[in-house]
Structure formats: structure tokens, C-alpha cells
């Protein structure tokens, strides 16, 4: 089963911007679909934006036309570019695979939005 890596979060000021990198132990050519999920302090984890193998993709209302997810199957890589970021937007990141099969959750990592 594939392990997937997060990275790419930090503490960044209202409006910035931040990408996020997700890296797959093997090959993630066959997995069809693919997201970003978050989790803010006393929430309960939410499905953020989703990539399908053949690259469609779609948001949570909340960052409909502020982030951007992608995929590179050659480097096994899943990303999520989050622009004109916003306080409400601090969590902790993770990626997974979209579907009943999921693999087994990350650390993540952890965005900041904060002045």
C-alpha cells in the first residue's frame, strides 16, 4: 500500500501563499483519484480539493478559486498551491487517496495563517 508524505506548510500572514507537496511511496499512476484533506483544531478532518488521474479536479466551496491541486505521476507527487490564504484556512494538511481503499494517514503538515 502506498505511504504518502506532506510537506510545504509553515506559518505564513493573511493573504500569502503557501504549496504543498505530497509525496507517494510508489507509483501513483493507477491511483484515480486523489486529495488534500484538513483539520483545524476541534474540527473534524475535511476533504478540501480532489485530482483525478486524468487531472480533473475539484474544491470545497471555501477555497474554490484560492487553491489549486496537481498531480506529476512521474514523480509520484501530488501538490496544492493555496493562494490569498485566510486565518480560517489554519490546519493541519494531509493527502490521501480519494475512494474506500484509503492508505494510511500521514503526519501531515501544518499551515498557519496568522498576522
Known amino acids: 500500500q502506498v505511504q504518502l508524505v506532506e510537506s510545504g506548510g509553515g506559518l505564513v500572514q493573511p493573504g500569502g501563499s503557501l504549496r504543498l507537496s505530497c509525496a507517494a511511496s510508489?507509483?501513483?499512476?493507477?491511483?484515480?483519484?486523489i486529495g488534500w484533506y484538513r483539520q483545524a483544531p476541534g474540527k473534524q478532518r475535511e476533504l478540501v480539493a480532489t485530482?483525478?488521474?486524468?487531472?480533473?479536479?475539484n474544491y470545497t466551496d471555501s477555497v474554490n478559486g484560492r487553491f489549486t491541486i496537481s498531480r506529476d505521476n512521474a514523480k509520484n507527487t501530488v501538490f496544492l498551491q493555496m493562494n490569498s490564504l485566510k486565518p480560517e484556512d489554519t490546519a493541519v494538511y494531509y493527502c490521501?487517496?480519494?475512494?474506500?481503499?484509503?492508505?494510511?494517514w500521514g503526519q501531515g503538515t501544518q499551515v498557519t495563517v496568522s498576522s
Open positions: 490521501n487517496v480519494f475512494g474506500p481503499d484509503p492508505a494510511p
Open positions: 485530482v483525478t488521474s486524468e487531472g480533473s479536479t
Open positions: 510508489g507509483s501513483i499512476f493507477s491511483i484515480n483519484a
